[in-house]
């Protein structure tokens, strides 16, 4: 079955220092996507960074960098040179193609980062 | 400007009482979604659906329902049957395609007391 864990209910990282939110996950379909979403305490959802499964390179976007580890089901995000606007939650979430339906998408329980100036 | 849109942005209901949710998208997407948020938790899947008059259960589909009569929209009802309704609840789009992400709506936040 479909699964995503975060076992990170909490981080504190000192501004400018990087930072590893982990994330693994369990599927029996080959082909499946990995996002990273940002959420402030506002609520709104931003999408950071996707990675495919056959994808060969990790994904990077700016500061953002996935560290995909296919064979240990794990798509860690890692966040270069952390800033105060950094602290947020964070959920990774797995994308399972739908073949008569819509892809099912589902997130991780989250982490909450703090940034401490 | 394309986007998905949710009203209201807080709704409060006395027990018993059936609600609807509504969520609204102009971004010619055909896959939309539900989902709903406990404080300091993550988000979990109630439905989805690809097409008009199509949809599927997620993961936590009791007590919900939903209707996909316009591509564009997809409303949410909480029935009376959800034990715990009190949640924030978004809305999600998609083309439904490798690599696309979802864009999110900016939540309700449903009261049930």
């Known amino acids: 079955a479909q699964k995503i864990t975060q076992t990170q209910p909490g981080m504190f990282v000192q501004e400018k220092e990087a930072v590893t939110l982990d994330c693994t996950y369990d599927?029996?379909?080959?082909?499946?996507?990995l996002f990273w979403y940002k959420q402030p305490s506002s609520g709104e959802m931003i999408f950071l960074i996707y990675?495919?499964?056959?994808?060969?390179q990790n994904a990077t976007e700016g500061r953002y960098s996935l560290n995909f580890q296919k064979a240990r089901k794990s798509a860690n995000l890692v966040i270069s040179a952390s800033q105060l606007g950094d602290s947020a939650m964070y959920f990774c979430a797995m994308r399972e193609p739908g073949y008569s339906s819509a892809s099912k998408i589902i997130f991780g329980s989250g982490t909450r980062l703090s940034i401490r100036p | 400007d394309g986007g998905i849109t949710q009203s209201p942005k807080y709704l409060f209901r006395k027990e018993g009482q059936n609600v609807t949710l509504s969520c609204e998208q102009n971004l010619n997407h055909d896959a939309m979604y539900w989902y709903r948020q406990d404080p300091g938790q993550g988000l979990r899947l109630i439905y989805y659906?690809?097409?008009?008059?199509?949809?599927q259960k997620g993961d936590i589909a009791e007590g919900y329902s939903v209707s996909r009569e316009k591509k564009e929209s997809f409303p949410l009802t909480v029935t009376s049957a959800q034990k715990n309704p009190t949640a924030f609840y978004l809305c999600?789009?998609?083309?439904?395609?490798?690599?696309?992400?979802?864009?999110f709506g900016n939540g309700t936040r449903l009261t049930v007391t």
């Open positions: 599927t029996s379909d080959p082909s499946y996507g």
């Open positions: 990675q495919g499964s056959y994808d060969q």
């Open positions: 999600a789009s998609s083309p439904d395609r490798e690599g696309s992400p979802l864009h």
């Open positions: 659906s690809q097409i008009v008059n199509d949809f």
